[in-house]
T-cell receptor, first 114, second 113 residues
Framework: DAGVIQSPRHEVTEMGQEVTLRCKPI?????LFWYRQTMMRGLELLIY????????DSGMPEDRFSAKMPNASFSTLKIQPSEPRDSAVYFC????????????FGNGTRLTVT | QKEVEQNSGPLSVPEGAIASLNCTYS??????FFWYRQYSGKSPELIMS????GDKEDGRFTAQLNKASQYVSLLIRDSQPSDSATYLC?????????????FGTGTKLQVIP
């Protein structure tokens, strides 16, 4: 299995621009998560989906952030307009329900907003 | 109060020693507990999970859970330089939010050759 695939690996953009991060979960995994990691706040859960349906978006910092999962193999996290404080590493992860929760993380997208 | 608290470190131990990493959590309904390892510039990977009070051993790693004290720890025996990484403690609740995993900010471990 190829694992969770994220793109792009790095994104540099100017304040005010729209940013779209992409994720392909592991085939067969029913859950998809978007996390943001910064030195100060660590790994923060932004939103997670079950069977393409958003279950909990309470971690989405504000209306500038939106996430979609149009099908089982693709999800996007969009920031519009972007701000310098959005600079972070954004991780996508997927998991299968079972006896335990094992999150399989993608390689992350390092976002820099100037 | 943060939901999951860890000392940021760095924790420095000599090669071959036991490294002890600690974590406390605030939500008493937490049911599942995890330790993830994250190498610099890489993504987190699961190394241990524990669900019941007591110890759970896997090779050189031992996870310890004390729900009464809301305390989780990870012991790494015979520490190796390759163990140098940031260790993230994570918890998830029971019930409908079972899949919602909350992470601490991590403890950086340095194993000195």
């Amino acid at each position: 299995d190829a694992g969770v695939i994220q793109s792009p690996r790095h994104e540099v953009t100017e304040m005010g621009q729209e940013v779209t991060l992409r994720c392909k979960p592991i085939s067969g995994h029913d859950y998809l998560f978007w996390y943001r990691q910064t030195m100060m706040r660590g790994l923060e859960l932004l939103i997670y989906f079950n069977n393409n349906v958003p279950i909990d978006d309470s971690g989405m910092p504000e209306d500038r952030f939106s996430a979609k999962m149009p099908n089982a193999s693709f999800s996007t996290l969009k920031i519009q307009p972007s701000e310098p404080r959005d600079s972070a590493v954004y991780f996508c992860a997927s998991s299968q329900p079972g006896t335990g929760v094992t999150l399989h993380f993608g390689n992350g997208t390092r976002l820099t907003v100037t | 109060q943060k939901e999951v608290e860890q000392n940021s470190g760095p924790l420095s131990v000599p090669e071959g020693a036991i490294a002890s990493l600690n974590c406390t959590y605030s939500d008493r309904v937490s049911q599942s507990f995890f330790w993830y390892r994250q190498y610099s510039g890489k993504s987190p990977e699961l190394i241990m999970s524990i669900y019941s009070n007591g110890d759970k051993e896997d090779g050189r790693f031992t996870a310890q859970l004390n729900k009464a004290s809301q305390y989780v720890s990870l012991l790494i025996r015979d520490s190796q330089p390759s163990d140098s990484a940031t260790y993230l403690c994570a918890v998830s609740p029971r019930g409908g939010g079972y899949q919602k995993v909350t992470f601490g900010t991590g403890t950086k471990l340095q194993v000195i050759p």
